[in-house]
Each structure stands twice: as structure tokens, then as C-alpha cells.
């Protein structure tokens, strides 16, 4: 089993446009969203059963206020400065990041850790399997989550040949939690100041897991300069370059349908159609 990772530097480059158009271009039968904060390729692909848990991520810390007797310990010992004293001592359940430092200080034994759900996992199983999940607002840990997603994938899956993992944006935690155990990372840059800089440290991030990789270009023509930037920038390192997509508003439309552009008779179709070409030679060889 192949697994390619569509990765973009940041949010709203494309990259679940182009992985849901080479979900419906491979057939793949085994798919995953690892944008765990913002999961929108449910909105695109799905189908089959939908089967969903709740996620317990990370402990928090809770105090029992019968059993404290105000020593302030725990205040000066949580490295995350979520716990304050307003006549009595409180934990910010959001800044808490489950440490356990505060319970192993404690001298009266007030301060327990208890589960916390940190969001929602999700399967739907058909003729396909996809697994995605959200986390809640103000819950950390995302990585972990991702790992979760990717666990339930594999958990489902019955020989596929192909998986296709919508990966996070940025370059932080859930990315790099992506990137464990895929066989080829394609990055989707915009041609923008903000596009390149992301796009070069997500090949620096991509290049410690020795990744294959490969680059390509969304709306190349809202700044052919910076496009041409981004070609120049690959041509001497051993990336593959697959290609540019033009930009094309009936994308959006389609999109905000619930339908695919890609079987569309669009220069942006053929644009995507030969770029999924390409990835899939390269992720095959
Ligand atoms: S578990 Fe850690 S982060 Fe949370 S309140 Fe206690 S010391 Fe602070
Ligand atoms: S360390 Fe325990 S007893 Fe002291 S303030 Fe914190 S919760 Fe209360």
C-alpha cells in the first residue's frame, strides 16, 4: 500500500481541492483528512456508514476545593501558568496542558487528572474507508489527534492500494504527524511572499523523513513572476516539479456544490488531471 500526504504551508492554497480531485481521479478507496482543526474534505468525499467516538486526548488537571488548604504550590509550579488564585485556586482548562505537575506537588492530594474528550473521530465506511476527525476550539495536542486518524485508518483498511491523506496546514505538530510513515509528500505553494516561505520549510520538515517530494503550483497565474520564483527555487534540489494550475472560479462554485470539477471539460481539469499523473508515476517508481 502507497501513501501520499497533499501538503500546503498554509490554509486556503488548495490542498483539499486537489486531494479530494485525486481521490475521485485514483478511485482510491482509502482516504484520510488530517486537518483535524478545520476537517472539510467530508464536505467533498464520503460516503458509507458513519461511525463516530468521542476523542480523549490529553488529561486536565481539576482541584478539589474541600480538600485544599490554599498552600499556592501548584500556582507556582505549573510551568503554563494556568492555574490563578482569586480567593480561591482555580485551573484554566484551556491553558492546562495536562503536565501533572500540579497533582504530584500537591501535599493534600486535591488535585486530580481526568479524562478530557478533546474532540470527535470519525469513520465512514463503504465500498471506501475514510477516516477524519475534529478537534474541539482551545484543545491542544493536535499531532496526536492526527496519529489517532491515521491509526483508524489503518484499523479499517482491507489491502488498498492507494491512500490519500489530506495533511494539515502549516508546518507545526499535526504536520509532522502526517508526514510519519507516508511514502510521498506533494506540496501545494501559491505563488505568493508568504507561499514560498511556507513552501521551503515544509520541504526542509519533508526532506527529515526522506520523504519522496514533489512541488506544484495552485492559481499560477494570479503572479506569474512568483510562480516562475517557485521554479526556480526547485530546478537545482531533487524535487520533482509536476506542474501549475490556473486559477479558475467555477473551482469554488463546484466546490460550494458538493461537486467535482476535475471530470469538467476546464483547463483547470486537465491541469489537475496531469499533475495527478505525474504524482502517482513518481510515488510508483
Ligand atoms: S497539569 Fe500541568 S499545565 Fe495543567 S494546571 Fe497542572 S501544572 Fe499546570
Ligand atoms: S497545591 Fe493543593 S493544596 Fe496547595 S493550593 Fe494547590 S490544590 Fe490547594
Avoid: W
Avoid at 483508524?152 to 492507494?162: A, I, V
Avoid at 505553494?189 to 513552501?199: F, K, T, V, W, Y
Avoid at 494570479?222 to 490556473?246: C, F, H, Q, S, W
Amino acid at each position: 500500500m502507497k501513501q501520499l500526504l497533499i501538503l500546503s504551508g498554509k490554509g486556503g492554497t488548495g490542498k483539499t481541492t486537489i486531494a479530494s480531485s485525486f481521490i475521485e481521479l485514483s478511485k482510491a478507496r482509502a482516504f484520510a483528512d488530517c486537518d483535524v482543526e478545520a476537517p472539510n474534505l467530508h464536505l467533498l468525499k464520503h460516503e458509507g456508514t458513519k461511525i463516530s467516538k468521542p476523542y480523549f486526548g490529553m488529561k486536565k488537571a481539576i482541584i478539589d476545593q474541600e480538600k485544599c488548604i490554599q498552600c499556592g504550590l501548584c500556582k507556582e509550579s505549573c510551568n503554563f501558568n494556568s492555574i490563578s488564585f482569586d480567593g480561591t485556586y482555580t485551573i484554566d482548562e484551556f491553558g492546562c496542558e495536562g503536565c501533572s505537575v500540579c497533582e504530584f506537588v500537591c501535599p493534600v492530594n486535591a488535585i486530580k487528572m481526568v479524562d478530557n474528550e478533546n474532540g470527535e473521530m470519525t469513520v465512514y465506511k463503504g465500498n471506501s474507508v475514510f477516516s477524519t476527525a475534529e478537534l474541539k476550539m482551545g484543545s491542544g495536542n493536535s499531532g496526536k489527534l492526527v496519529i489517532a486518524v491515521k491509526n483508524q485508518l489503518e484499523e479499517n483498511l482491507t489491502n488498498q492500494e492507494l491512500t490519500i491523506i489530506d495533511g494539515s496546514p502549516g508546518i507545526g505538530c499535526p504536520v509532522i504527524a502526517s508526514l510519519s510513515g507516508v511514502d510521498m509528500v506533494l506540496i501545494v505553494a501559491e505563488p505568493s511572499l508568504s507561499g514560498i516561505s511556507d513552501m521551503e520549510r515544509i520541504i526542509k520538515t519533508a526532506r527529515i523523513f526522506q520523504v519522496k517530494i514533489a512541488v506544484c503550483v495552485n492559481k499560477f497565474d494570479t503572479n506569474i513572476a512568483l510562480t516562475r520564483k517557485i521554479e526556480n527555487y526547485i530546478l537545482p534540489l531533487d524535487i520533482d516539479y509536476v506542474g501549475k494550475i490556473p486559477y479558475d472560479k467555477l473551482v469554488t462554485e463546484f466546490t460550494n456544490r458538493g461537486k467535482m470539477f476535475v471530470d469538467e471539460d476546464l483547463e483547470v481539469s486537465k491541469a489537475v488531471k496531469s499533475i495527478y499523473k505525474q504524482t502517482i508515476k513518481i510515488l510508483n517508481s
